[in-house]
């Protein structure tokens, strides 16, 4: 029982890396989302997709572009990171309508 | 914009007690509210609430929402320590077929032995 599936767990950048957070599930979901968590904020939404090769922006999408050339993976791209993007990121997927979300363990990311 | 308030922000109790955490909310095009539970990492689905009155239960939790109101309570009786977690509340509105999730900012429950 995969679901939903975040690498890295763990990463430490430097201002101005660039990297790449990978999202995969295994539920054949058309609907996935990329949110950040920081402290007293909740969860934010990034960016969506509602299905493969479609991507929409949500509430908190500058520096960050996304991908989703595959139904089963979505892609999460920081171009330049800044100290400001250090975050707990989490995908999550769902099937449609309004059916649960499904979340990823998440991905603890660290910008210095 | 739509908006998920929870009250209280944290919450200190005993093991034995019985709590209830609060979520009001405005939304455009409200179709469901949904509770979750986090511990260290990923939020789990508890309940998924869309009819009013109705109450979802399993075990020693349950929920309720109020859509003149506007609110929902997550009840959780005799608290044990495996309770102690983030509860986070969140809603589906803005209408459409790209429904998103809007969240509030989470319940810390801490359940002391």
């Known amino acids: 029982n995969a679901g939903v599936t975040q690498t890295p767990k763990f990463r430490v950048l430097k201002t101005g890396q660039s990297m790449t957070l990978l999202c995969a599930q295994d539920?054949?979901?058309?609907?996935m989302y990329w949110y950040r968590q920081d402290p007293g904020m909740g969860l934010r939404l990034i960016h969506y997709?509602?299905?493969?090769?479609?991507?929409a922006k949500g509430e908190v999408p500058d520096g960050y572009n996304v991908s989703r050339l595959k139904k089963q993976n979505f892609l999460l791209g920081l171009e330049s990171a800044a100290p400001s993007q250090t975050s707990v990121y989490f995908c999550?997927?769902?099937?449609?309508?309004?059916?649960?979300?499904?979340f990823g363990d998440g991905t603890r990311l660290s910008i210095l | 914009e739509d908006k998920v308030v929870q009250s209280p922000l944290s919450l200190v109790v005993h093991e034995g007690d019985t709590v209830t955490l609060n979520c009001s909310y405005e939304?455009?095009?409200?179709?469901?509210l949904l509770w979750y539970k986090q511990e260290k990492k990923a939020p789990t689905f508890l309940f998924m609430l869309?009819?009013?009155?109705i109450e979802k239960k399993s075990g020693r939790l349950s929920s309720i929402l109020d859509k003149k109101e506007l609110f929902s309570i997550l009840n959780i009786t005799a608290t044990q320590t495996g309770d102690s977690a983030v509860y986070l509340c969140?809603?589906?509105?803005?209408?459409?077929?790209?429904?998103?999730?809007?969240f509030g900012k989470g319940t810390l429950l801490t359940v002391n032995p």
């Open positions: 999550a997927s769902r099937s449609d309508g309004t059916e649960p979300q499904h």
């Open positions: 539920m054949n979901h058309e609907y």
């Open positions: 997709s509602v299905g493969e090769g479609t991507t």
């Open positions: 939304v455009t095009n409200f179709r469901s």
């Open positions: 869309t009819s009013s009155g």
């Open positions: 969140a809603v589906y509105g803005s209408g459409g077929s790209n429904y998103k999730l809007t």
